[in-house]
């Protein structure tokens, strides 16, 4: 039972920190910049699944959360629906598509797949901003009415917050969970050898197709949150490749395949980029000193911070995962 | 009539030389399995060297080439050691990540030094009339010049001792070392070589569109679409497929609006890799008897 | 500003600081920088960031808070329709970039062939879209209509296009590389277009590396260092182009003014309000019908559109060769003009 391991607690433990942290004393400067961590979070765990894993290489995981992003923005703002609604319908939208794209691109494998994922992502992006249903590439703009059934602009910001929160929650809750089952063994089988794997029984093809789909699903709803709360959508910012890689960076940055790592990695990432933003000094600066950082680990430390943590401590894995 | 015929011309001459750039990517990755993704900084290197070559030296825009492309090799050649030697042989994602955070280094560099003003090398040759379309002499000149690299590079793994060793290190790098061919130092030359290519052909489009520190992304996407249609690992299949894309964009344009030739380039990214991931080229091989 | 003791408010001076911070244009990035602006560093006003997609999106932040934001980048219109209250467009909206071009164009040559080729982004969109109004009702022809990806780096296909379509007249454009590009592919493919105008791109001094290229393209601006106007409070346009010149050792260009015009009402707006109450500033700038070096400013104030820009023009400006040089002259409205109009394009 999930519940009886000591590492669910942790991930209660950091939910419960991300919730309460901002709370008290209403420090709203505190909750925007855990906002962005918690999106970090989630896009992360969620990628490294597919990544850590079962090894595939996805530069183009950004695309389930954009695309969720504009079927709940859509949905809110042209038909009315509530938030909830919206959110759930994007998030189910977005990985039955996933599925279908799984299902022709997951044949490839290596750098053949990781390049057409990045494809999949252009190519979906050229078309949104020609479809006029969805504003074309000027987007959509939401009125700030719509934040009055949350209780005007204020609350609203906290709700989406706290939603958010739960989506980063349930994120390393699945992570976790898929790791623990025979079907998360099969894709680190996968990962490590997958002719292999397939001679062993696992069912290849079948587990990469629900892992993708399973990966697009939480990332979806996030996408609906965030821009949600941007009150804006538009193609480049919903299919930002750079954020895209972004992901990839901060999973590896933690350590890529454990649970925990993707989560650490995004936190500390998000809150480097902020400080280096608002610094003086390295505002100009920051690309280089984030290209460095991941140099230094791809080539040092290939394992992340997890593995220079259980290298440190190796009882750590008793209860890390 | 003409007008679909100067369309397709164009697209030609264009085509060639983002087959030149496609050319750098896929030589490293068929001798090393690396995606090379400081590719599209490169290109903006070569951009900017002619521009400072040009503005600040003195340089005729033409006689930047040779200088490009030795600087190119250098550099690429540096780059080897510092960011690719390490991560030779490991699983893709690890190069992949070594070659982007180089890229974004770069970036980030270029950034600093240029902001995102906009360049432009004054190049002007005299151009060739087809009725009221004209055909600038920086696009012919481009274009030729794309042929002869492309011929001397031909020339160089086919007909001399160190390009056979770098064909040899490409077909089975361990049976190249068997023999006793220094791997490690033929792997570097061809990251040398995806390099130049990738510059010159940088310099090159700087001849004819003005550019940003930020250009680099969208032909670094345009040289992934044409060295997936040409086939990984085949500099002249990537030249074929350059020539191609730009025909296709040619005929295209004059009947379909520009704002969906992405969607239509993208769709044929993804479909080729997924019928056939050993590039367009394949389809013709396939069709002679086994 | 502070050498003089600040902003003086009643019998109390305020001193103004600055905080700013790189949104690197991304959204979520905006609102993060925005709170921060706000709830951290204690900002009583906010300008915007540039772009009308970051605007709305920092909107959110600054309605919510009840502060108010001046605008001096962001010209598309949709963000006043949303019923934001302390939102105030200090530069001439996107539906009239063109107006001016238009009207110039019409005295030289009354039946036009126009081909609208501009980038797939809100801003150029909702310019062109204007424009090709405007165009109609002067009794232009609209022979092509093109849209291009924003990261366009090559035109060949587009201007054979051009050329096919037998236009004579050239509008649009978008951003900084790309306008550039068109301007230059134009002249290397000899396209014979009798006359441009480029958004954006050929207002930056930069334009004039392109040399030849360059020659004769009109640009709409917002601003430019030899308007005319005569302002009822702030600088003169000579003391705020010198001031900026020997600053920055380089000419101001619209953005920069815009730039300081934002200051410039601001304050205005407090010493009229004689407090620094967000209310009773946005009382105040709602009321405000007045003309600074940047030319006349008024908000609109019915609900459907408040705080759109109503009352300030642009101008039109051309860069055009004097004795071998590349210079940029005024030549629409009248009341701005520097130097005629140069038709056909040479």
Redesign the interface.
Known sequence: MILRRPFFWIIAAIVAAFAIAPAIGDNIELRESLVLAAVYITLASNINMI?GYA?Y?NFGSIVFFGLGGYFSVWLMSAHAWPLAAALVAGGVAVSALALVFGL??L??R???F???T???N??VM??V??FGPWGG?TGIYLSPALFQPLGGPAKALWVIYYLLVGIMGLSLVLSYAVKRSKFGLGLLAIGQNEDAAALLGVPTPRYKAIVYSLSAFLPAIAGGLYFFKSAYIQPPDAFD?QLS?ET??VA?LGGQGTVAGPALGAFLYEELRGWLLTSPTFS????????????AI??FA?GGLMGLLYRLWPRLRSFLE | ML?LL??IL??VL?GAVYGLAAMGITLI?GVM?V?NLTHGAMIVAGMFAAYVLVGAAGVPVYATLPIVLAGGFLVGVGLYWL?VH??IG?????S???T??????????G??VWG?????V?A?LP?F?LG?????G??LMAALLTGVIALALYFFLYRTRLGKAVRAVSNNREAAELVGIPTARVLALAFGLGVALASVAGML?AT?????VL?G???Q?KS??VT?LGG?GNPTGALVAGIALGLV??LT??FV????T??IE??L??VV??TV?GGLLTLFRRRRPA | MNAKGGIKVGNKHYKVRFVEYDDQSQGGRVQQLYTRLILQDKSQFLFSPYSSGLVATAAVISEQYGKIMLIGGGAEGKTYELGNKYLFQCITPADQYLSGAIAELKEHNPHAKVAFVYS?DPFSKAVVAAAREQAKQAGFTEVLD????P????F???I??I??SGADTFLGGGH??DG??LA??LH???A?MKWVSILV?PD?E?FK????AANGITVPSQWEPQVKYKPQFGPSIAEFTSEYTLKYKDLPDYHAASGYQVGLLLQHAIEQARSIEPDKVAAALNKIDATTFFGRTKFATDPGHHGLQIAHQMVLAQWQMKGGKLVKEMVWPDAARTASVVYPLP
């Open positions: 990544l090894g290489v022709g691109i044949r490839l290596g750098v053949y990781a390049l057409s990045i494809g999949v252009e190519g050229a078309f901003a020609n590439s490749l890689t990839i960076v590896m100009h600066f920051q690309l280089v000193v984030a290209g460095v950082l991941l140099l791809v080539l290939p | 007008g100067a369309s164009d697209g264009i990755w399995d995606v960011s390490r991560v490991q699983p893709p994602l690890m992949l990540l070594s982007f955070a180089v890229n974004l280094v770069l970036v980030g560099l950034t600093a995102t003003d906009l360049f432009n004054p002007s151009g009339s009221r379309y004209t055909f600038p920086t696009h489009i004819m569109f003005p550019f940003t250009s992304d969208a032909y996407l992934f679409v997936v990984l964009e040619g344009t004059p609006p520009v704002s969906w992405l969607v993208f769709i990214f993804v890799l997924i991931p | 797939d093109e849209s291009y990806p990261s366009t780096t090559d060949t296909a587009i054979n296009k050329i096919s900084y590389s550039a590009t230059r592919q290397d493919q000899k014979g791109a930056s930069k590396t392109l040399g030849a």
